[in-house]
Structures are given as C-alpha cells and as structure tokens.
T-cell receptor, first 115, second 109 residues
Framework: ETGVTQSPTHLIKTRGQQVTLRCSSQ?????VSWYQQALGQGPQFIFQ???????GRGNFPPRFSGLQFPNYSSELNVNALELDDSALYLC??????????????FGSGTQLSVL | GIQVEQSPPDLILQEGANSTLRCNFS?????LQWFHQNPWGQLINLFY???GTKQNGRLSATTVATERYSLLYISSSQTTDSGVYFC???????????FGQGTTLQVKP
C-alpha cells in the first residue's frame, strides 16, 4: 500500500470528449507527477506539480492539463480525447520536487479507453 | 534526452532460479529507481539506487554510475516475482523519470 490513491480505476470515453482523473497523494507529500503508460510500453512523464504550480512537463500537447490543490491532491484533465489517449494513467507522489534521495510511489492507476 | 535500454526484454525462469536484469543509460543520472509492475498494473518501487549496492530480501541491485548501468538481481525466484521490471532514471534538475521498455519476467512453477 503506497498511500497514493487514484480514481476512477477504469473509464470509457468517446473520441472528442473530455476526462478528469484524480489522485490523492501520500500524506506529507507536496509533489505529484503524472505518467501515461501505453500498452506494452514504459510510463512516460506528462507533468509534475509542486505546491500547486506546474514544475516540469513532458512531450504532451496542451490539451493535457493539471491542477494541484492546497491539500496536495491533484487532477489530470484531457480535452478533445483521441484514440491514442487510451492508456493507463499513473500518479506518483514524493516529498520533494526533484525526487532525490527518495523513492517515487505510484497509485494503482486509471485505465482509460477511448472509443 | 536520456535514453534507457533494458535487457533482456523477456525472461522465462523455473521457480528457484536466479536472474540478472540490466539497465543502460545514455547519459549520467543521479536519480535511478527500479520498479516491479504486477499483473494488475500496480508499480511497486523496489530500489532507489543512484549508486552502490542495496539488498532487500531476495532482491539486490547494483548501480555503477561512472559506467551508466544498473543491475537487478533476483535470487531463488518465485511465481509471485512474475511481471514487468522497469528501471527509470533522471537528472538532478528535474523530478522527471525516464523509464525503459521493461523486462517481462515469467516464473514457472
């Protein structure tokens, strides 16, 4: 049990729709990172939030956006869904933004299917 | 950007056997972690090991930072060790981790 919880566990959407995924960080962690894992691939970094500000972004278009709240929970929003957005979305929390000297703990993920 | 290469891509073992998984990095990293993804998709952190050697039960890991590689050793493998093993690395100026493609391990009873 990592203490990082994600909801929902599964989601089915239609191309063009919008989706919001949620993540609750481990207690005491002020940094949250989101990753996308396509089938058969390793996770890819989407972005990181530290104290409610975006603190680094991977190679994802602007229709992927996020929020972090004062209690350090977080949301990942994806607009104008495309078929290739079908993937496992993973949230990870850490106590520092650079993640040095500490393990990164992941939630169980949200499996998104876009039809 | 940093490239991460893992080998072998697939591994089949008989229960009780030992194995070594390797991870090579194209550039220096100072944040290196090993993960196990179980069949349900959960990513479990095994080691934070930017350098040196660590052991946790039947698992141990060694990172040679100067040569940009890391090894994960699994001894006396069990069926519950099955799944995908990922290494991931990053640099000090960002919390971003770059993951390899993974090694899929199947341990047969």
């Amino acid at each position: 049990e990592t203490g990082v919880t994600q909801s929902p566990t599964h989601l089915i959407k239609t191309r063009g729709q919008q989706v919001t995924l949620r993540c609750s960080s481990q207690s005491g962690h002020n940094t949250v990172s989101w990753y996308q894992q396509a089938l058969g691939q390793g996770p890819q970094f989407i972005f990181q939030y530290y104290r409610e500000e975006e603190n680094g972004r991977g190679n994802f278009p602007p229709r992927f956006s996020g929020l972090q709240f004062p209690n350090y929970s977080s949301e990942l929003n994806v607009n104008a869904l495309e078929l290739d957005d079908s993937a496992l979305y993973l949230c990870a929390s850490s106590g520092t933004p650079r993640g040095l000297n500490e393990k990164l703990f992941f939630g169980s993920g949200t499996q998104l299917s876009v039809l | 950007g940093i490239q991460v290469e893992q080998s072998p891509p697939d591994l089949i073992l008989q229960e009780g056997a030992n194995s070594t998984l390797r991870c090579n990095f194209s550039d220096s990293v100072n944040n290196l972690q090993w993960f196990h993804q179980n069949p349900w998709g959960q990513l479990i952190n095994l080691f934070y090991i930017p350098s040196g050697t660590k052991q946790n039960g039947r698992l141990s890991a060694t990172t040679v930072a100067t040569e940009r590689y890391s090894l994960l050793y699994i001894s006396s493998s069990q069926t519950t060790d099955s799944g995908v093993y990922f290494c991931a690395g990053g640099s000090s100026n960002t919390g971003k981790l770059i993951f390899g493609q993974g090694t899929t391990l199947q341990v047969k009873p």
